[in-house]
C-alpha cells in the first residue's frame, strides 16, 4: 500500500522508522511491566537491564545508520532476553521485602518475564526491519 503511494527510496525510510517506532513501543512496555514487578525493593537485577534496552531503542529511533540501528537494537534484545530468562529461570533471586513480599515476589515473575519477552520481540523487529529497509 505505502509503494503506491510513494517511490520506494520513501517507502523504505518510512517502513524503517516504522519498524523502530514498533521497537520503542515494545520496549517501553516491556520496561513498564518490570517497573511494576520491582518498585519495592528495587529489583536492580531486572530494572537496569531493561533501562538500558529502552535507552537503547529511544537512541535507535533517532540515529541514522543501518549499523548503528541494528546494534542497539541488539543490545535491547540482550538486555531483554537476560530479564526474560532471569525471571524464568530465577538465576539472581529478587531482593527480600519485607511484609508479604515473599508471597507476591513468585506472582510478579512472570509479568517480569512477559515484559522481558517483549522487549525481545521489540528488538529483533528492529534488528529485521533495520537490515531490510535501511541501505
Do not use: Q, R
Not at 511484609?99 to 528488538?123: K, R, T, Y
Amino acid at each position: 500500500m505505502l509503494a503506491s503511494m510513494f517511490d520506494e527510496e520513501t517507502t523504505k525510510k518510512v517502513m524503517s522508522k516504522l519498524a523502530v517506532l514498533v521497537t520503542v513501543v515494545c520496549a517501553w512496555i516491556g520496561l513498564v511491566m518490570v517497573m511494576i514487578t520491582s518498585l519495592k525493593p528495587v529489583n536492580h537485577v531486572a530494572l537496569w537491564p531493561m533501562l538500558l534496552g529502552f535507552s537503547c531503542a529511544g537512541a535507535a529511533l533517532v540515529t541514522g545508520g543501518k549499523k548503528t540501528k541494528v546494534n542497539l537494537s541488539y543490545i535491547l534484545f540482550l538486555a531483554s532476553l537476560w530479564v526474560m530468562l532471569n525471571a524464568v529461570m530465577g538465576w539472581v533471586a529478587p531482593p527480600a521485602s519485607e511484609g508479604m513480599g515473599e508471597l507476591v515476589a513468585p506472582m510478579m515473575a512472570p509479568v517480569s518475564a512477559v515484559g522481558g519477552f517483549l522487549g525481545v520481540l521489540g528488538g529483533l523487529v528492529g534488528i529485521m526491519g533495520s537490515a531490510k529497509y535501511m541501505d
